[in-house]
């Protein structure tokens, strides 16, 4: 986080949108204007009091106009044109503001959502989906509520007391503060308010993250939930979470709902004074009959939307809590940063070295005991413990070993999900820390056996990250997978919809469209994350056709768990516990009887037996 996290989030919204600034200014002097405007009919009525009152005494009289019809005629004038202006200044401001708000509101989500791109993989560990939507939608929808009504709710109070009082204490200063007495405990008690709005509403925000969390795991292993009839169980779950969103609601709602009743019966005292106060001096002859009505309807325009204060204090509150947290996700720190080194696609070789790493999840970059003898903190054991590979350009290296070897780590830290803290990783000779990241990633192919499919048609899914690939690239892609027999057969062939996820296909399917999709990409280096670890024989035997066509020319480095698909490789690392522990071809690890000899044998079910 930076500094920025102790300002309030006011000022860090217009620190943000400084860019706007000429807008804000223009929409808060139309607000200003239009209640200007809105204020002058008050002053109309009393002047037509004065001239039914005083006829050719009354003040237009004093300016010249002595005939009561013309003066009438012209304050009917007057009013149309005050009026007119008011309307103008209001179609202005409500323009201005919306528009403002829709663009803030545009900008934060666009601005939001690419910062959540760029973060850290560490970052989405720890993290729900929901929370992060509902920052992404709800959280922002919620300012732009605010900047919509509120903002222009508070000028028009705070131009209110302003004009207001300043007329008071110029034409009338006996009485004016007779309607000001109810301002200082307004005020107070509308700071007072805020303060408790404040974690009350922060509490909400929170609620709704952790609901709309759960609301997004349940949606997506809806299937598993069916599967284990766990509807009534979820439904609890969910019942208990929106329970305590609501109770966090009510909460806030009853502190809220308290300020509007406290803050009339205060204003009620001002009212009172200057109907009773101000109609003595009348009486008494100290204070004109027209003035008195202007600041009898004044006092009304003055105090009464203070009521609405509770209102606009409690739509500020919940903008700016969701402003905090909309922020505190831009101030988000990336520790993962792109090198300055050029590397264009077509000069990379392919040549992997994996150079004396060390990795814990977790753990400090400067921790210099992973390379050394694998300690590090008690709760960030090391995955990755002093290890070399080399992979020469152009070449097929295979992984193995147990789950929780570090296989899939590596994979993590050549992609640059998380970075090395002991060693270094190196791409033709580069260290990758070094390199510009797009560089770095569009070198390399990657098949995961969690495949990620997006909403849409099969051709759009092959065609992700190759966007201008032509149908004809697509369907040579979709032939090298073996995928093109049967999209074919699909419902309309390529321009079949997969669902959510890919969830109409098959894992088989799944996946050679994900291979298909990085034979597209055509990149130098290719890495297979166990895409044969979750289909049946014959996708298997399907995809490994497929993979011994791409990989020819390119370097591949394949994490296996069917060993099978592995055998031909140029060389096979054997990895336990991070450590590397035997590398060699298939016939020469199985003849040394050791790790890889007995995983060959569980798989073809000849079990070996150590003594």
């Not at 600041?295 to 919940?318: A, E, I, K, S």
């Not at 560089?439 to 990620?452: E, N, T, Y």
Request: charged share 20%; net charge negative; with cysteine.
């Amino acid at each position: 986080m930076t500094d920025d996290v102790t300002k309030s989030p006011l000022r860090r919204l217009l620190t943000y949108s400084s860019a706007h600034r000429r807008q804000i200014v223009l929409a808060s002097l139309y607000s200003i204007l239009n209640t200007l405007f809105d204020l002058a009919p008050p002053l109309l009525i009393g002047m037509a009091v004065n001239v039914v009152v005083a006829q050719e005494d009354s003040f237009l009289g004093e300016l010249g106009v002595t005939e009561p019809l013309v003066q009438l005629t012209v304050l009917a004038i007057l009013t149309i044109i005050i009026w007119g202006f008011e309307s103008l200044f209001q179609y202005l401001y409500s323009i201005k503001w919306r528009n403002l708000a829709q663009t803030v509101q545009h900008e934060l989500r666009v601005d939001s959502y690419s910062h959540v791109q760029e973060l850290d993989m560490a970052y989405f560990e720890d993290r729900s989906t929901g929370g992060l939507l509902a920052i992404l939608n709800d959280d922002i929808n919620q300012l732009e509520r605010f900047l919509d009504v509120g903002a222009n709710e508070l000028w028009h109070i705070f131009t209110s007391v302003v004009a207001i009082g300043t007329f008071f204490f110029i034409v009338a200063p006996q009485v004016a503060w007779l309607a000001l007495i109810p301002m200082p405990f307004v005020l107070y008690g509308s700071l007072r308010f805020q303060r408790r709005f404040t974690p009350l509403y922060a509490a909400v925000r929170e609620k709704v993250g952790e609901l709309n969390g759960q609301l997004a795991n349940n949606i997506g292993g809806i299937a598993t939930i069916k599967s284990f009839t766990a509807e009534k169980f979820e439904q609890r779950r969910i019942s208990e979470l929106s329970g305590a969103y609501r109770s966090s609601n009510q909460d806030a709602i009853r502190v809220s709902s308290a300020f509007i009743p406290l803050i009339r019966m205060v204003i009620v005292v001002g009212f009172f004074a200057i109907m009773v106060l101000g109609g003595l001096q009348v009486l008494q002859g100290n204070l004109n009959v027209g003035l008195f009505t202007t600041m009898v309807f004044l006092t009304q325009r003055l105090l009464w939307p203070l009521t609405r204060l509770g209102d606009t204090l409690d739509l500020y509150q919940r903008a700016m809590a969701s402003t905090a947290r909309v922020l505190d996700l831009l101030d988000t720190e990336r520790y993962i940063l792109s090198g300055s080194e050029t590397l264009p696609t077509a000069e990379v070789a392919g040549k992997v070295v994996f150079d004396h790493v060390g990795f814990a999840y977790g753990a400090d970059a400067d921790d210099q005991d992973l390379g050394n003898n694998g300690r590090s903190s008690p709760n960030n054991q090391p995955i990755i413990k002093n290890l070399s590979i080399n992979v020469p350009a152009g070449h097929t290296v295979a992984i193995v070993g147990a789950t929780g070897s570090g296989k899939s780590t590596l994979v993590k830290l050549l992609l640059r999900f998380y970075d090395v803290q002991q060693g270094r990783v190196c791409l033709d000779g580069h260290d990758i820390r070094n390199l510009q990241i797009h560089d770095l990633r569009q070198a390399i192919g990657f098949v995961s056996q969690d495949v990620f499919l997006f909403h849409g048609s099969v051709r759009e899914n092959i065609a992700y990250g190759t966007f201008d690939a032509d149908m004809e690239t697509i369907i040579t892609a979709a032939k090298t997978a073996e995928a093109h027999e049967f999209i074919m057969n699909l419902p309309d062939g390529y321009e079949t919809i997969v669902g959510e996820r890919g969830q109409k296909l098959s894992g088989g399917q799944r996946q050679r469209i994900s291979i298909a999709r990085a034979v597209l990409k055509n990149p130098p280096v290719l890495v297979l994350d166990e895409a044969t670890s979750a289909v049946d024989n014959e996708t298997e035997a399907a995809i490994q056709r497929s993979m011994e066509r791409i990989i020819v020319g390119r370097t591949t480095i394949v994490i296996a768990h069917r060993l099978s698909t592995i055998r031909n490789a140029d060389q096979i690392y054997v990895l336990e516990r991070g450590v590397l522990q035997e590398n060699g071809r298939h016939e020469e690890l199985v003849a040394q009887d050791g790790i890889y000899a007995n995983l060959w044998a569980v798989q073809t079910g000849r079990l070996i037996s150590h003594g």
